[in-house]
T-cell receptor, first 110, second 113 residues
Framework: GNSVTQMEGPVTLSEEAFLTINCTYT??????LFWYVQYPGEGLQLLLK?????DKGSNKGFEATYRKETTSFHLEKGSVQVSDSAVYFC?????????FGTGTSLTVIP | EAQVTQNPRYLITVTGKKLTVTCSQN?????MSWYRQDPGLGLRQIYY???????DKGDVPEGYKVSRKEKRNFPLILESPSPNQTSLYFC????????????FGPGTRLLVL
């Protein structure tokens, strides 16, 4: 079946630290992969996406590369800010459905 | 402004009292979907719709109904709510499929007593 496995949190980092949040997936067909972000009390916003193998999605300093050989889509940022504190969800869309990971809570401290 | 709207945003109800959560999008999207978000479980898809009059079950459809009579609207119906349906619900839409960016509504927080 289709599923997303995401690094468990919570994650606490100091400002300007390097961030990695691991995400692996299982999917039939050729899924599209996404990272969504949820700020406190808000809905979900698309952070970045990739639609085929070896594509790199990027936005606001965040990056993730669609790796078919390792079925991974890890999220990275070189220098986090306090404003990046949020919950991050890895997700895939395939067939007619959409699947989310369990979410990783990130807190960045000054 | 392009958006997905949901109403109500907050709802407290009692077991067995039928309720409807409305969802509307103004982007002429064909694909619409409902999710529930629970701590430790992420978001799980309840139902989705590929177009008007075309709906199908997601991963957790039990206890829910949907309809898609118009392209812009996709209401979620709980005919006999139970406490285990207490959750945060999100509606989303995308241009035509699950492989495109989903645009989310603000969420509806439901408490069933």
């Amino acid at each position: 079946g289709n599923s997303v496995t995401q690094m468990e949190g919570p994650v606490t980092l100091s400002e300007e630290a390097f961030l990695t949040i691991n995400c692996t997936y299982t999917a039939t067909g050729y899924p599209s992969l996404f990272w969504y972000v949820q700020y406190p009390g808000e809905g979900l916003q698309l952070l970045l996406k990739a639609t085929k193998a070896d594509d790199k999605g990027s936005n606001k300093g965040f990056e993730a590369t669609y790796r078919k050989e390792t079925t991974s889509f890890h999220l990275e940022k070189g220098s986090v800010q306090v404003s990046d504190s949020a919950v991050y969800f890895c997700a895939l869309g395939t067939g007619n459905q959409f699947y989310f990971g369990t979410g990783t809570s990130l807190t960045v401290i000054p | 402004e392009a958006q997905v709207t949901q109403n109500p945003r907050y709802l407290i109800t009692v077991t067995g009292k039928k309720l409807t959560v409305t969802c509307s999008q103004n982007m002429n999207h064909e694909y619409m979907s409902w999710y529930r978000q629970d701590p430790g479980l992420g978001l799980r898809q309840i139902y989705y719709s590929m177009n008007v009059e075309v709906t199908d079950k997601g991963d957790v459809p039990e206890g829910y109904k949907v309809s898609r009579k118009e392209k812009r609207n996709f209401p979620l119906i709980l005919e006999s709510p139970s406490p285990n349906q207490t959750s945060l619900y999100f509606c989303a839409s995308s241009p035509s499929s699950s492989q495109e960016t989903q645009y989310f509504g603000p969420g509806t927080r439901l408490l069933v007593l």
